[in-house]
């Protein structure tokens, strides 16, 4: 990919587009309300709170990042989304039951104005919930042509000048890539006759990206990852990424294994179990959904630790994931990790990790630098998959025959040199010889 030669400036309203207004959308947007009107800190954002060091460590240059790159400020961001449900954002917040009281009573007057479109749904792929708030069509063709004029408007009435958008919808059934993917030629017949293969989040995507609207993949749905929504978003000079948000237990694989292979420390056997209560946990219960995160929680693993390259460390490693439905939980999800590791001369030792989490406000903040970054992109004219922005993701997507990267500590490297790159500045190795000279 060619440098950008110049980044054209964030003039203007940013419009933000989320299929899905449940608990990652809602506690998103009232996070962000907060922040601008001074009652909160942006914390986990990195756009917000996170500096850049340029140049040499002596130079002591480290600006934060929202300074130094020209990312749309969080005063012109402006919201809009689909669901299933009729429930405006206020409603669906207090449902999903992440904010406190204070909090919810506070966004009432901003939350009640983000009103959901009609969603283009199919119960197939999404079995355990449905709702009355659904697009009507001849074939999944006319509703996604139905999304993209939604689109249109939303670009009308918001008056933004860029649209981003972040898919937050429910994780849908497992769908494996075919041939009806493989081009957007094939994909267009492929929705013309219903084809089975074709979930609605590819129709939001088929429509965002023919739109000129970058799209995020925040859930662990095949989406945009396949080919023939790669070409489009390559001829359309498009950005897009996924796929689902690296939040709490998987945040915590990819903070701790990356160490584990550092010192050459063998893992025997890696057990995870979740137990979570939200709307999200719900859909899980359902075989098929679950089969689509479960693959997207184990792959991490491999990648990170490579047992082809260590199989006396590696070879033999036992990875378990378990997601249940435990209602009382809610959104304060328990990710309990059981580790097996092994040391000098073989002796076994045990690491146990208990994080009780909050599953919204560790995703909340992803959704805000995705949708920044992925415009910078876009004004970059930096098309089809943004690697460097794997950092937020567990199945980061990649170009045909590269393995992912899911090491976080390379992954934030990547995006730094990523900045740096797209301003002209020198790529930090860390190999520091000059100091010494
Ligand atoms: N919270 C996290 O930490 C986290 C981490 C990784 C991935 N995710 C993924 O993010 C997504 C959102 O999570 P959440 O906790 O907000 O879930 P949620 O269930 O609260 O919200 C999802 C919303 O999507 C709606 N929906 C389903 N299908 C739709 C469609 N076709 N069109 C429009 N709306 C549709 C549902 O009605 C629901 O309101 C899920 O796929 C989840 O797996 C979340």
New binding site residues.
């Given amino acids: 990919m060619e440098k950008p030669s110049k980044i054209a400036p964030a003039k203007g309203k940013l419009g933000v587009l989320l ?7 809602t506690t998103f947007m009232a996070g962000v309300e907060l922040v601008r009107k001074g009652e909160a800190q942006p914390v986990g954002s990195l756009t917000q709170m996170g500096t850049i060091r340029l140049g040499k460590r002596t130079d002591a240059r480290s600006p934060l990042i929202k300074k130094f790159v020209p990312l749309a400020e969080l005063k012109d961001l402006t919201f809009g989304g ?4 009729k429930d405006n954002a206020y409603q ?1 917040a207090a449902n ?1 039951g992440v904010l406190n009281p204070q909090d919810l009573e506070k966004l009432k007057p901003f939350l009640s104005t983000i009103k959901p479109m009609k ?4 119960h197939d ?2 079995k355990l ?1 449905d ?1 009355p708030n659904i697009k009507k069509g001849k074939n999944k063709y006319e509703l996604a042509l139905q999304i993209k004029e939604d689109i249109a408007s939303f670009r009308k009435t918001s008056r933004a000048s860029r649209l981003v958008t972040c ?6 059934s497992f769908v494996k890539p075919e041939e009806v993917h493989s081009t957007p030629e094939k994909f267009i017949e492929a929705m013309k006759s219903n084809h089975p293969a074709i979930a ?2 590819m129709l ?1 995507a088929w429509a965002s990206v023919t739109s000129g609207v970058p799209f995020a993949n ?4 095949l989406t945009v990852d396949i080919p023939a929504i790669q070409k489009l978003a390559h001829d359309h000079n498009v950005a897009i990424c996924g796929k ?5 237990q998987t945040l915590m694989k990819t903070i701790l294994a990356p160490g584990f292979k550092a010192r050459m420390l063998g893992l025997e056997g890696w057990f995870s179990t979740n137990i979570l209560g ?3 946990g ?3 219960e359902d075989p098929g959904s679950f089969k689509t ?1 479960e693959e997207s929680k184990l792959s991490v693993l491999e990648y990170i630790l490579q047992p082809q390259l260590y199989p006396q460390l590696y070879g033999k490693m036992c990875h378990k994931v378990r997601i249940n439905y435990y209602r009382p939980r809610g ?1 304060n999800k328990e990710g309990w990790d059981n580790i097996d590791i092994f040391g000098w001369l073989g002796y076994p030792m045990q690491i146990k990790v208990d994080f009780l989490c909050r ?2 406000i ?2 909340a903040p992803l959704v805000l630098d995705l949708v920044l970054f992925l415009d910078l992109a876009q004004r970059s004219g930096m098309r089809g998959i943004q690697e460097w922005l794997s950092f937020y993701f ?1 199945s980061p997507m990649t170009a045909p025959g590269l393995y992912p990267e899911h090491d976080l500590f390379i992954q934030s490297m990547k995006l730094k040199n990523t900045l740096r790159w797209m301003k002209g500045e020198d790529l930090i190795t860390h190999l520091g010889q000059e100091y010494y000279d």
Avoid: H, M, Q
């Fill in positions: 299929p899905g207004l449940g608990a990652v959308s689909w669901d299933i449900f669906s999903a969603a283009a749904f199919d792929f999404v919930i709702g898919w937050c919808g429910s994780t849908e609605p989040s939001y925040g859930a662990p749905n689902d948000f690296k939040t709490g939200n709307r999200d719900e859909v899980l995160k959104d599953d919204s560790l995703a567990k």
